[in-house]
C-alpha cells in the first residue's frame, strides 16, 4: 500500500509498530495516534527545537502587499501631477518615486513623482490614458517601476522582520500505585503499568489543549518561581473569523458551499502550502461531507503517521481534514475549525526538559510508589497568516 507525506512532517508518512520510538512523545504516537492528542502526534514527527530560555523568539518576515487606499474622492485630472491622500498606512511608503500606480477599480496608471508619505502621494495622473475619477477608498498598487533616461539610481527600500515569541509551559502528571497493588496478582494486568500509560495519555491532552487554547502569559514574573503558560494557536493567529458575526458570509452563522471555496481561495491558501491540516469539530465535518457528496467523493489519506485524514481537494490547494476529538469535549468547538500548515510550526522544549518520566517521587516513609511525567514545551508560529480558525459555522447555506 502506498505511503503518502504529509508537507512539513518528517520521516516516510507513518508510525507503524516497527517504529521505534526515541522520546516519549513518539511512544505516544504509537499508543494513541488518533487518541485525544492528534496535534501532538503529528509534531512528534516535526522538528523539534531546544531552547536555552523560558521565552523563545523567531523573526517573520512577508514581501509587502504594496495596495494603498484612497481617502476621499478625487474628480478626474488628465495628465497632470497631483497629491492623493490615503489612509495612513507604512504601506503607502514603498511607491516611491518612479513607481508606477494603478487604480484596481478604473485602471488608471499613474506615475508616483515624489516618494510617498504614510497618508499622501504626489503622482501624474492618467498615463497614456483617458481621464478618470477615483472614488473614496479605490485601491492602489504598485505595478512596476518606469525611469527616466540618464536618471539616477532610485530611493533605496526595505523592510524589517517582525519579532514574536512564546514561552514554554511546565506540564507534569503524577501517578502512583500502592506496594500492596504493586505486588497483587490482577487480571487486568500489572497496575503500575497500567497507570504509567495512561498518565502519558493524559499528560499528552493536557500539553494538546495548551498548544491549541492557551494564553500566553507570566505570572509573578518578578519572583524566583515564575508561573508561565504557553500560547496556544487559537490565541496566537490573527486569522480567526467568527461565521457567527458574519465576518466571512452573508448571513449570521451560515456560510454556503460558495462562500467557504471563496474563503479557501482568497485566504486558507493565499499563503503558505497549498496541503494543511483541517482540525475541525463534528458538525463542520458534516458540513463537508455534505458538500464532499454534491461534487466527488472525499478520499481516505493513507499512511498518515496513524493520524486518519480525509483529503478534502479544491483547484486552490488540499485540506486534509481531521475530526478532532477533544472538539467534540468542548462545546463552542463543536463549530469550529482550525487550520494549521505544519511546515510553519515547530515544537519548542527547554533544555533537557522534553517529555520524560521522573520515577520514584514518593516521599520517604509513604508505601507506595509515585511517579510523574515531565515536559517543559511550547508550540511556535514561524509565520503567522498561513494558520487560520474559523468558529460559529452552524448551518450549510
Known sequence: MPVSGIQGLRGTGTFSTDFRPTNYREMFTLLEPNGDAPLNALL???????????????????????????????TSTAGTVQTLTLDSSTENLFAIAGSILVNATSGEVMHVTTTATATSVAVKRNIGGTSHAILDNAKLYVAGFAAAEGADTPEPISFDSVVAFNITQIFRTAFSVTRTLK???????????????KALKLHMSDIERAMLFGVKHTENPTTSTPTRFTGGV?????????VAAGEINAVNSTMTEKEFDNFLIETVFAYGSKEKIFFCGAKIAGHLQAIGKNRWSPTQVEGSYGVNFVRYQTFAGDLLVHVHPQFRQIPSMNNAAIILDFPFLKY????????????????NGEDRKKHEYLTECGL???????????KGWTTLG
Not at 512528534?44 to 484612497?70: A, C, G, H, W, Y
Not at 511556535?380 to 474559523?390: A, C, F, G, N, S
Open 234 to 242: 487559537t490565541n496566537e493567529i490573527t486569522g480567526v473569523y467568527n
Open 380 to 390: 511556535e508560529l514561524t509565520q503567522d497568516k498561513v494558520h487560520q480558525y474559523i
Open 44 to 74: 512528534s514527527m516535526t522538528s523539534s527545537e531546544s531552547s536555552d530560555d523560558p521565552k523563545f523568539s523567531n523573526f517573520r518576515d512577508e514581501l509587502p502587499e504594496r495596495v494603498m487606499q484612497i481617502n476621499g474622492a478625487i
Open 183 to 197: 505486588n497483587s496478582h490482577l487480571r487486568t494486568g500489572d497496575k503500575e503499568t497500567e497507570s504509567m500509560e
Open 348 to 363: 519548542r522544549y527547554l533544555d533537557s526538559s522534553d517529555t520524560q518520566i521522573l520515577m520514584d517521587r514518593q516521599g
